[in-house]
């Protein structure tokens, strides 16, 4: 086993900041969607705004550190040892299975992970920032804006953003659960917090494997 890098700085701060806001906006949004009571309606939709410039502005930022690093090819989705990885998240883990895929930096989402994301980060996030945006557009009128957009009703924009924003809570709680599941309860929260975790040496997979031939040649 060897300690590798394998989240960058840019890639932890991210992380962590969007999940401050989409906590937040999740609290706040609920708040104006009329389900819980905490900040006062005023406050939310104000706090709701704030926060979802500093989200849009964040993705902008990770839009384009995840194209000059390369790392978007970390989320192209993939239909290998899906199967496997879904079994052993229904079954295996239970019956202390061992992992059915293996960490790598250079490839450090397993397929359902990768799956997931692939969707959060083509579907849902652009919807609930799309609809987002008409919302802001629909409840601030700037007149022509309005009317140039032809936004006659609420209801669709709501309803997307509603969708949008359950699917996501959804997301958080899988998220929270799956967070337990590497190698240790905490292994995954450190790598995260740190940016290290000790992953088995591709070099002494190597040699494992070298190993393994000569003992059946000899
Ligand atoms: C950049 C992203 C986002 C933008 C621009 C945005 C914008 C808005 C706006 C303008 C409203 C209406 C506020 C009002 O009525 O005055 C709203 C409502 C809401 N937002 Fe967001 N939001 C974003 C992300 C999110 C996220 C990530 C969540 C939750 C995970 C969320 C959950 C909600 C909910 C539940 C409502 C109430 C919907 C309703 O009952 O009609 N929003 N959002």
Do not use: C
Not at 174 to 194: E, F, P, R, S
């Amino acid at each position: 086993m060897k300690k590798v890098l394998i989240y960058k700085s840019f890639e932890r701060f991210w992380h962590w900041t969007q999940a401050i806001l989409i906590f937040f906006l999740m609290l706040s949004g609920f708040e104006i969607h009329g389900s819980i009571s905490f900040f006062g309606f005023e406050n939310a939709v104000t706090y709701h705004n704030v926060a979802a410039y500093a989200f849009m502005i964040l993705i902008v930022f990770a839009i384009f550190w995840h194209f000059t690093t390369g790392e978007w090819r970390q989320y192209v989705p993939t239909f290998k040892s899906l199967k496997s990885q879904l079994d052993f998240y229904l079954f295996g883990i239970f019956r202390n299975a061992p992992h059915p895929t293996k960490k790598t930096v250079l490839s450090k989402l397993n397929p359902l992970q990768r799956l997931t994301y692939f969707g959060l980060k083509i579907v849902v996030i652009p919807v609930m920032v799309f609809s987002g945006i008409l919302y802001m557009l629909y409840r601030y009128p700037q007149k022509e804006g309005i009317t140039a957009l032809n936004i006659e009703s609420l209801e669709i924009i709501a309803v997307l953003h509603t969708i949008g924003a359950f699917l996501l809570v959804a997301f958080v709680i899988v998220h929270l659960y799956l967070i337990t599941t590497g190698t240790k309860v905490l292994t995954n929260l450190q790598a995260m917090l740190t940016g290290y975790e000790e992953l088995e040496d591709e070099g002494d997979k190597e040699k494992k494997s070298l190993n393994n031939f000569e003992n059946q040649e000899g």
